[in-house]
C-alpha cells in the first residue's frame, strides 16, 4: 500500500467496536437503515469503502438492511466461526459486517446479505 493509499480507521463508539471489531449483532429491528429506502450508498463504518448502493436494497422483513449485491470487490465472504453461516467483512479494513445468505428468493438475485446497520454510514445521493 503507498502512502497515497494509507487506510484511515474512524474512532468507533463501544457499540460499534463490539459489532464491527467483535463479531458482535445489534438487535433486529433496531437499526437506523433498516427501513431506510433512500437513493444513495452504503459504505463501511469504519473506513468508508463503498459497500453497497440503495438500488441492491429489498426488504426481507428479517429485522436488518438486507441487499442483493455489494459493490464489486467491497465485500469479503468467510466462513463463520459457528461453522453454518458465511460472514461477510468489509473487503477493504476488515470490519464485520453481519453474514450473507444465498438460495432463499427474496430477489432474482437469489442472494441476502444481512448486514448490522451500525457497520454502515450512508451517505445519500
Same mark, same amino acid.
Given at each position: 500500500?503507498?502512502?497515497?493509499? #494509507?487506510?484511515?480507521?474512524? $474512532? !468507533?463508539? +463501544?457499540?460499534?467496536? *463490539?459489532?464491527?471489531? @467483535?463479531? =458482535?449483532?445489534? %438487535?433486529?429491528?433496531?437499526?437506523?437503515?433498516?427501513?431506510?429506502?433512500?437513493?444513495?450508498?452504503?459504505?463501511? #463504518?469504519?473506513?468508508?469503502? $463503498? !459497500?453497497? +448502493?440503495?438500488?441492491? *436494497?429489498?426488504?426481507? @422483513?428479517? =429485522?436488518?438492511? %438486507?441487499?442483493?449485491?455489494?459493490?464489486?470487490?467491497?465485500?469479503?465472504?468467510?466462513?463463520?466461526?459457528?461453522?453454518?453461516?458465511?460472514?461477510?467483512?468489509?473487503? +477493504?479494513?476488515?470490519?464485520?459486517?453481519?453474514?450473507?445468505?444465498?438460495?432463499?428468493?427474496?430477489?432474482?438475485?437469489?442472494?441476502?446479505?444481512?448486514?448490522?446497520?451500525?457497520?454502515?454510514?450512508?451517505?445519500?445521493?
Amino acid at each position: 500500500m503507498s502512502d497515497d493509499e #494509507k487506510l484511515t480507521l474512524r $474512532p !468507533l463508539t +463501544r457499540a460499534e467496536e *463490539k459489532v464491527i471489531l @467483535h463479531k =458482535g449483532t445489534e %438487535a433486529p429491528f433496531s437499526g437506523e437503515y433498516e427501513r431506510q429506502f433512500v437513493p444513495g450508498t452504503y459504505e463501511c #463504518k469504519r473506513c468508508g469503502a $463503498p !459497500l453497497y +448502493r440503495s438500488d441492491a *436494497k429489498f426488504d426481507a @422483513h428479517c =429485522g436488518w438492511p %438486507a441487499f442483493d449485491q455489494e459493490v464489486p470487490g467491497a465485500v469479503r465472504r468467510i466462513p463463520d466461526a459457528d461453522g453454518e453461516r458465511v460472514e461477510i467483512q468489509c473487503a +477493504r479494513c476488515g470490519g464485520h459486517l453481519g453474514h450473507v445468505f444465498e438460495g432463499e428468493r427474496f430477489t432474482p438475485r437469489n442472494t441476502r446479505h444481512c448486514v448490522n446497520s451500525i457497520s454502515l454510514r450512508f451517505q445519500p445521493k
